[in-house]
């Protein structure tokens, strides 16, 4: 089970200290980012929005200037450690820069020797790559970009949001999952107590997907379309390893953002046709009274 990571999972999402071997899902863009130049978007703390960052061939040394530039805790770490950096530009103003410190293991002999009947096995892929630290760090990155939804979430949507990414940029990728479900329940809970008003009655012991089925006409389009994310959600807690969570949850936290995002602007728009409605009321009642007035 993998998906292709990008460049900005490896500043975003990839975890600290978390081993990766170059034919993991990282692979090709670790390549990329290491040993080649070119670009990716992300978002950008410093910007507060997403923008194109660019990035050179040439891997770096790590340098006294760029540990000064670093958090106190990861400053003594690195400077002791063989570790590089690699740094990328924000395109809209070259001063925002992300950095990525990092140190290569490669394989021993005996790994080697496990590939040496396979002349098909490149043994470069057993280098494992390992971020030591990175400016700014991920709780950086992603508190930045909650700010972006706390306009459009309720309160207890944010702090469940917050927990499930601060879980997994540290690696405890089933704990990133079960906020993330919370978020989730507490979305289908409302929508069966407004349906209930309306005169629809769903059972709160009824199955995740009888409830989605039962409150379509309440739900986002994206929800309904997509209700199997909930499924996603209980394997991710109840089977699937913290590794296997942290590279699935980009997807995941894109996925309940939208859901988010469809629930609010629904509820924004059904603001906007209420008020029209009683301005429209208002006008048709005054028109009404020069009519009258008239005659």
Not at 45 to 57: G, L, M
Not at 100 to 125: L, M, V
Not at 149 to 162: G, H, I
Not at 194 to 214: C, H, L
Request: proline share 3%; glycine share 6%.
């Amino acid at each position: 089970m993998s998906i292709d990571r990008t460049e900005e999972d490896i500043f975003s999402s990839l975890p600290l200290y978390q081993s990766v071997r170059m034919d993991s899902e990282y692979g090709p863009a670790l390549i990329r980012l290491l040993y080649n130049e070119g670009n990716f978007d992300s978002y950008c703390p410093f910007c507060k929005e997403r923008s194109t960052f660019y990035y050179e061939c040439a891997t770096e040394r790590l340098k006294y200037e760029s540990v000064e530039r670093s958090h106190a805790g990861v400053k003594r770490l690195l400077r002791s450690s063989n570790s590089n950096f690699k740094p990328a530009t924000c395109g809209r103003d070259p001063a925002h820069t992300i950095e990525c410190y990092y140190r290569i293991t490669y394989p021993t002999k005996q790994e080697i020797a496990e590939y040496a009947g396979d002349s098909s096995f490149d043994t470069n892929n057993l280098r494992r790559f390992e971020k030591v630290g990175q400016t700014p760090s991920q709780f950086d990155f992603a508190e930045a970009e909650l700010k972006k939804y706390a306009k459009l979430l309720e309160t207890v949507d944010l702090e469940n949001l917050r927990k499930a990414i601060i879980s997994s940029t540290h690696g405890y990728g089933a704990s990133a999952f079960l906020y993330s479900r919370r978020v989730f329940e507490r979305l289908i809970e409302s929508k069966r107590s407004e349906a209930e008003g309306a005169g629809t009655k769903i059972e709160s012991t009824a199955r995740m997907d009888e409830k989605v089925k039962g409150l379509a006409e309440f739900l986002p389009d994206f929800l309904v379309e997509n209700s199997h994310i909930y499924a996603i959600l209980g394997k991710g807690v109840h089977e699937l390893t913290d590794e296997e969570c942290v590279a699935l949850f980009p997807v995941i936290r894109e996925s309940v953002i939208a859901i988010l995002e469809d629930d609010r602007e629904a509820k924004e728009r059904e603001m906007r046709k209420s008020k029209l409605k009683k301005d429209i009321a208002g006008i048709s009642s005054l028109l009404g009274k020069k009519n009258e007035e008239g005659n």
